[in-house]
């Protein structure tokens, strides 16, 4: 909150209303802050009779002098006032004619001669951002920091040969907060109350009420800290005066030290002002210029001539020249690289690279590069875990994917994943440290908020998605044989769901990326104003998301794509048992030419990672497919930092079948609405409610159909049951099983564990299930069909029963009846309703629960609103 300390200098009533006397004035400087000023005495009624700024720089006028131009003010632009020491004489007399009362300096860098300095009767007054006479010199908002002192400010005082030891007109102090920096005490003080003091300042020497108070002579100087020597830390001094120190030198050239032989600098700048981070400074598109050989300094001086054919009106093209802000369009970027093209053919540019280096020097530095073949991408570097099965060689990476790299966990932490058809290790995988979270959600910040990703426009967003999308299915079989041998997927159900909708929903979605729009809203508006209001859709920023074991890939995309569609960036916990897919899909991204940081994937604890990721406050949004328990923990966690979560959590979901369906196709869906994937599917009919006159039918062909079923390997291709996906669960269902029948269900087929290896479980059914028992109340996430009776034609009764359940996933009714169908879909409490169908979920269709079931939705439009913020602007004309 910005506030405003007791002034050092009383002054009278500050109104508008209470200054009668206006003046002629010269504005000298620049800026946006030189041009707020100038807008607010022109608004107060006094004369602005010239503005004297800085020449425009490519083609484009300093705001003041737009503001100036804009308004009919004479306005001069002067390269320099003085020569060899010496005033110009011309520039002088220029000054002198528009007849100035007095001169206004609100911000200026360029040095102005006394003869302009004393020639106005009432002289020429300044800011300066300090509490003079504490600090002087540029630097002095620095030394404030470095000082530690506790009050900052600024002085609007009287010009003198000294430039900043002139009398105090008036002074204003803020306090200092701990972690201030110059853009803080400059974004929340010195730039807007600033601008006010300029204003008073003026209007208390238009009324001649304008004090002189001497500066004392014991004033402190500091030199300035741009120069290197001045800012390298000493260690040997107190914590709080180090911190100071970094925090006052958070600009040129920033705070630096050596330890061990080893330079530590956070940001580096170069000569001409461009600041990069220092961790670029040997990179080869940000080292210093190149030293061009003859034929690339004839191919700069040939691209040159280019830039001058096109940029018709820039008198010569310099290096700081940039072509955007000289006035070109995309049209012109496509000119100027086909012209490059028929003159070197070998020198292959793309548009972006135009947007990525729009200076001259820049681009030429750019063109050299890739002439010589030094522009090529950093080699992905993996280590894969590489097995020969299913007719083909898999190659598995098993490291984190942090900001584009596979590495290691910070702590060397690694937990083996196992193949659940035969018990065996498949790889042993990094596991992911707290460390590693705050790296992956730091990279993923950088990226979204500095990073190519961030500044690419929604088309190359969607570009990428759908290349992504393609080497997904260039590489669908060996996708499908891990995720087979990592979640005991049977290999067909795996190809065609697991990965085929994992390719369909990044194609889904990447068609959405440049379809994302707000909305233009009337609104009541107050005469004699006009106004137009409307709303944008931002992405979010960095998003968690924490996936569930029964789909690793296709759970994946569900949420990445809409996510990434959005804009966003994103950290991925894959499940702790099922890593193996998540960490290939990394790969793929790398390749497709995601850039770095915007997709990360840390395998490891969910407890830990998944955790720390719900808590972390640099994450604003939070996806998670899972159980209601876990659900409701990260609802916590996440309420910390209020940050946006949507859920898709635990089923028990109702499946109706009523006495006037298609029998044989009731027991084909019924049975793929419970066995589907092992039952290990979120939408599984925990509960079959079978009328009571064909119940004992429907339940003789259902044993009938799994006696037939074959359970085996999930590599064969004609296999239809896999194993349960790890050991823990399988054991969990077996106990799911012996408490059903504790409470006196009938178990009609199976419930054991099959005598082979690995972890499967044979496909089970019980009936008589009443309303009241475990099994007809909790998910069982496992292959074990839960049978009711209703009576004959007592729908509302089914009802009743069908939503007596804090669950509301998905459900299912089969009949004939269309009418009885629709009443049954409007008074099911479930996200999902299927009628005489099931399991048929489709990338355009969305997805998601009521109750405990969670909410938020995956897949269609309404999965991009999850990860979207909407923001409503108003103009007022």
Known sequence: MLRTAPRLLRTICTSAAAYQHKLKLALIGQSIFGQEVYNKLRKDGHKVVGVFTVPDKNGQADPLALAAEKDGTPVFKFPRWRAKGKPIQEVIAAYKSVGAELNVLPFCTQFIPMDVINCPKHGSIIYHPSILPRHRGASAINWTLIQGDKKAGFTIFWADDGLDTGPILLQRECDVGQNDTVDDLYNRFLFPEGIKAMVEAVHLIADGKAPRIPQPKEGATYEGIQKKENAEISWDQPASSLHNWIRGHDKVPGAWTTIDGQVLVRNLQFEDGKMIPASKYFSADETTALELTEEEK???????????????????????????????????????????????????????????????????????????????????????????????????????????????????????????????????????????????????????????????????????????????????EELATIESIDSGAVYTLALKTHVGMSVQTFRYFAGWCDKIQGATIPINQARPNHNLTFTKKEPIGVCAIVIPWNYPLMMLAWKSAACLAAGNTLVLKPAQVTPLTSLKFAELSAKAGFPKGVINILPGSGGLVGQHLSEHPDVRKVGFTGSTPTGKQIMKSAAANLKKVSLELGGKSPLIIFSDCELDRAVKMGMGAVYFNKGENCIAAGRLFVEESIHDEFVSKVVEEIKKMKIGDPLDRSTDHGPQNHKAHLEKLLQYCEIGVKEGATLVYGGRQVCRPGFFMEPTVFTDVEDHMYIAQEESFGPVMVISKFKNGDVDGVLRRANSTEYGLASGVFTKDIGKALYISEKLEAGTVFINTYNKTDVAAPFGGFKQSGFGKDLGEEALHEYLRTKAITVEY
């Open 298 to 476: 004839k191919m700069a001086e040939d691209i040159k001539a280019i830039w001058k054919g096109i940029l018709s009106n820039i008198a010569v093209i310099e290096d700081s020249t940039d072509f955007f802000k000289s006035g070109a369009s995309s049209m012109h970027v496509v000119r100027m690289l086909e012209e490059i093209k028929q003159k070197y053919g070998g020198l292959q540019l793309q548009n972006e690279d135009v947007y990525m280096a729009t200076k001259f020097a820049d681009f030429i530095q750019m063109a050299v590069r890739k002439f010589r073949g030094e522009d090529k991408e950093e080699e992905l570097v993996i280590d894969y875990v590489s097995k020969n099965m299913n007719n083909m060689t898999v190659n598995m990476p098993y490291q984190c994917f942090i900001n584009g790299q596979f590495i290691n966990a910070d702590d060397g932490k690694t937990y083996d994943t196992i193949n659940p058809a035969d018990g065996s290790v498949i790889a042993s995988v990094s596991s992911a440290s707290l460390a590693d979270v705050d790296k992956a959600v730091a990279a993923a910040k950088e990226a979204f908020e500095n990073g190519e990703w961030g500044r690419m426009n929604a088309r190359e967003r969607g570009r990428l998605m759908y290349r992504l999308a393609d080497l997904m299915e260039e590489h669908q």
